[in-house]
């Protein structure tokens, strides 16, 4: 993890929040009702908004915001200056049953400068490129190239956006 995870005086963690980790970066603000399980690595300047739940192998670098009602589940890697839309939904198994557990859950890459709209849908497996956004409400089914404006179910795309457009 990064150099300058610090202690609990230099980030905001609400009473009410459940917060089993310890690797959480300076200046990140954890709000009510959110459970991060042990193991969970959480970057610096970061916003994790009520209803959250954060299992305990995810990651998630700087300057990330995670809007209400988004459950990040083992084996997600989010990039540094990523915007998660509320109810945006990640999945981490193509073929889930009841008590059946695969050996390990496939890894789904979020690169740095994504955003995700609300009640977005991302299936397991894949990465989304840097600077990529990805509409409201798309089910993201395959691979997103960087840059890339998806949109629709499945996820569609849309145009390439301008850098100055990403930094808006």
């Known amino acids: 993890m990064r150099d300058d995870v610090t202690n609990q005086l230099d980030r905001f963690v609400h009473p009410l929040a459940d917060v089993a980790t310890k690797i959480i970066g300076k200046n990140t603000r954890v709000w009510q009702f959110v459970v991060i399980l042990d193991g969970a690595q959480i970057g610096s300047?970061?916003?994790?908004?009520?209803?959250?739940?954060?299992?305990?192998?995810?990651?998630?670098?700087?300057?990330?915001?995670?809007?209400?009602?988004?459950?990040?589940?083992?084996?997600?890697?989010?990039?540094?200056?990523?915007?998660?839309?509320?109810?945006?939904?990640?999945?981490?198994?193509?073929?889930?049953?009841s008590k059946?557990?695969?050996?390990?859950?496939?890894?789904?890459?979020?690169?740095?400068?994504?955003?995700?709209?609300?009640?977005?849908?991302?299936?397991?497996?894949?990465?989304?490129?840097?600077?990529?956004?990805?509409?409201a409400g798309a089910v993201v089914t395959k691979d997103v190239v960087p840059f890339a404006l998806m949109i629709g179910n499945p996820a569609r795309f849309i145009r390439t956006l301008e850098t100055k457009e990403n930094n808006k």
Do not use: Y
């Not at 916003?47 to 997600?76: M, P, Y």
């Open 45 to 97: 300047e970061c916003n994790v908004c009520a209803h959250v739940l954060i299992e305990g192998d995810v990651i998630i670098g700087d300057r990330v915001t995670i809007k209400s009602g988004v459950q990040l589940w083992d084996g997600l890697r989010v990039g540094n200056d990523v915007f998660i839309g509320p109810n945006a939904t990640f999945t981490n198994d193509k073929f889930p049953r």
């Open 100 to 135: 059946h557990f695969p050996e390990s859950f496939l890894q789904t890459t979020i690169e740095d400068g994504v955003s995700i709209g609300a009640g977005a849908v991302i299936l397991p497996g894949i990465t989304i490129g840097q600077g990529a956004m990805i509409g």
